[in-house]
């Protein structure tokens, strides 16, 4: 009996792989729109992330975000200054569940990298999250802490669990 569950165990799994692999596929994979919807196909990396930048809009399985504007964050409160030789950076998005079911962003899945290396998030009250019903809209910044002498910072989001594409938001 314990042979025959065992068997049993494993084809469900096999399935459960199986469904997930044949339910992935090239459509789910983001795009990046600039200007008046024209998809740039030179967005996309040798490793299959795409770069958006100021004024694309990246199109995922279930979201449609608008990168509106990046900059340095100077607004911060007296209580939580950056540290010494830092300055803190954000971008600004616009996000739109375009899926039939709720669709979740929030600052807390995206990451930053000055000249390749981690750096920590800040929060400020407008960053953007929220779960949102088909057809609805939020928008808000992220926030980053960097070295005020880096020379290339880059904001990761990932598009695609399975496959591990990002979208990689590039700061100016």
Same mark, same amino acid.
């Given at each position: 009996?314990?042979?025959?569950?065992?068997?049993?165990?494993?084809?469900?799994?096999?399935?459960?792989?199986?469904?997930? @692999?044949?339910?992935?596929?090239? !459509?789910?994979? #983001?795009?990046? &729109?600039?200007? $008046?919807?024209?998809?740039?196909? %030179?967005?996309?990396?040798?490793?299959?992330?795409?770069?958006?930048?100021?004024?694309?809009?990246?199109?995922?399985?279930?979201?449609?975000?608008?990168?509106?504007?990046?900059?340095?964050?100077?607004?911060?409160?007296?209580?939580?200054?950056?540290?010494?030789?830092?300055?803190?950076?954000?971008?600004?998005? @616009?996000?739109?569940?375009?899926? !039939?079911?709720? #669709?979740?962003? &929030?600052?807390? $899945?995206?990451?930053?990298?000055? %000249?390749?290396?981690?750096?920590?998030?800040?929060?400020?009250?407008?960053?953007?999250?929220?779960?949102?019903?088909?057809?609805?809209?939020?928008?808000?910044?992220?926030?980053?802490?960097?070295?005020?002498?880096?020379?290339?910072?880059?904001?990761?989001?990932?598009?695609?669990?399975?496959?591990?594409?990002? @979208?990689?938001?590039?700061?100016?």
């Amino acid at each position: 009996m314990k042979k025959i569950l065992s068997v049993l165990m494993a084809i469900l799994v096999l399935a459960t792989f199986a469904l997930f @692999a044949v339910g992935s596929s090239d !459509d789910d994979s #983001a795009t990046v &729109s600039q200007g $008046e919807g024209t998809t740039a196909n %030179d967005t996309a990396t040798s490793n299959g992330n795409v770069t958006v930048k100021v004024g694309d809009v990246l199109k995922t399985s279930n979201l449609e975000i608008t990168y509106n504007e990046c900059g340095e964050h100077k607004g911060y409160s007296q209580y939580s200054p950056p540290k010494d030789g830092y300055k803190y950076i954000y971008i600004d998005l @616009a996000a739109k569940n375009i899926a !039939d079911s709720d #669709a979740y962003i &929030s600052y807390f $899945e995206f990451n930053c990298y000055a %000249d390749d290396v981690a750096m920590e998030s800040h929060y400020e009250d407008d960053g953007i999250s929220a779960t949102l019903s088909a057809g609805r809209s939020t928008s808000g910044k992220v926030y980053f802490e960097v070295p005020k002498d880096a020379e290339k910072i880059e904001i990761e989001y990932e598009t695609d669990f399975w496959d591990n594409q990002k @979208a990689i938001f590039v700061v100016e």
